[in-house]
């Protein structure tokens, strides 16, 4: 078995998701390497479209797992394997946080109150309906970018300023509950095989990218019928399910479509990227 891990560069040396995939893959005798779309180009010739990559004709593979957000090379790309992780439709459309926000419902969580707007968006309307502070999302940011606690009319105008009036944002209630914290779990399929807290020295986010501590918590039914109810709307094979702490249930904060893996398998000892070439080669026999 051949497989690509398609992500922005080849040289990814420093991803431990990357080279953990690699390492459980050899283990299991599947040859997987990483993929850079910015190492590869689509060379066009009337009605043939070729993907190149450094200079040689990208070979077709059995599989592939998305690891990279952007552009029209990715997908070009991902038509030359067998089969996707995540499946590129499912990709595309719940990278996006405003597309989660309309379709992601379960009994099991609460979700936040929302406005979705343009950097142009009053202020004070915003206050009235969300209160303050409130957060300030991005709508296909990762690892904590662009994700931002406005306490007053001064952050939301530095916001226009730094990213432009016409940039889109989603605007939600701030969890007061879970300043600093939150749950993330991992999903295979709608199954939770491991779950953590992340806890930040001080920021209101709880990233691990940002620095936070993590440890790991009890998987109870609540978080598996809320990963079984998403899996259910989305059909992603492998999410990272990001919970808020709430008083009477938790709020949904995002699902992630490309989780990394490096914060879960240190805090739980769960092997995530073995679970995950399992379910490849599951698959495929």
Not at 26 to 52: A, C, E, F, N, P
Not at 122 to 148: C, D, H, Q
Not at 255 to 265: D, L, R
């Amino acid at each position: 078995m051949k497989g690509y891990i398609l992500e922005r560069y080849d040289n990814m040396k420093n991803s431990y998701t990357c080279r953990r995939l690699m390492e459980e893959a050899g283990k299991r005798g599947v040859d997987l390497r990483t993929m850079g779309v910015h190492d590869s180009y689509l060379q066009i010739r009337g009605d043939s479209r070729i993907l190149m990559h450094k200079g040689y004709e990208a070979e077709q593979v059995d599989f592939a797992f998305l690891r990279y957000k952007w552009g029209h090379l990715k997908d070009e790309t991902a038509a030359l394997v067998g089969r996707c992780y995540n499946a590129p439709e499912a990709f595309a459309l719940y990278v996006n946080k405003y597309e989660q926000l309309k379709r992601l419902r379960s009994p099991h969580f609460a979700v936040p109150s929302s406005l979705l707007v343009t950097a142009q968006f009053s202020y004070e309307t915003a206050e009235s309906v969300l209160g303050n502070p409130f957060v300030a999302k991005g709508l296909e940011s990762s690892m904590g970018r662009e994700i931002f606690l406005i306490t007053g009319r001064q952050g939301w105008d530095q916001l226009r300023d730094e990213f432009g009036p016409e940039k889109e944002w989603l605007l939600q209630q701030f969890i007061e509950d879970s300043f600093g914290r939150d749950m993330r779990i991992f999903s295979l399929r709608g199954e939770a095989v491991a779950a953590m807290e992340r806890r930040s020295g001080g920021d209101f986010r709880a990233n691990v990218a940002l620095g936070a501590e993590t440890k790991a918590i009890a998987i109870t039914e609540e978080i598996r019928q809320i990963c079984r109810d998403l899996y259910r709307q989305t059909g992603l094979d492998f999410t990272g399910v990001d919970l808020l702490y709430g008083r009477e249930m938790p709020w949904l904060c995002e699902i992630n479509v490309m989780p990394g893996i490096e914060g879960m398998e240190k805090a739980t000892d769960v092997n995530i990227a073995g679970l995950m070439m399992d379910t490849v080669l599951g698959d495929v026999k």
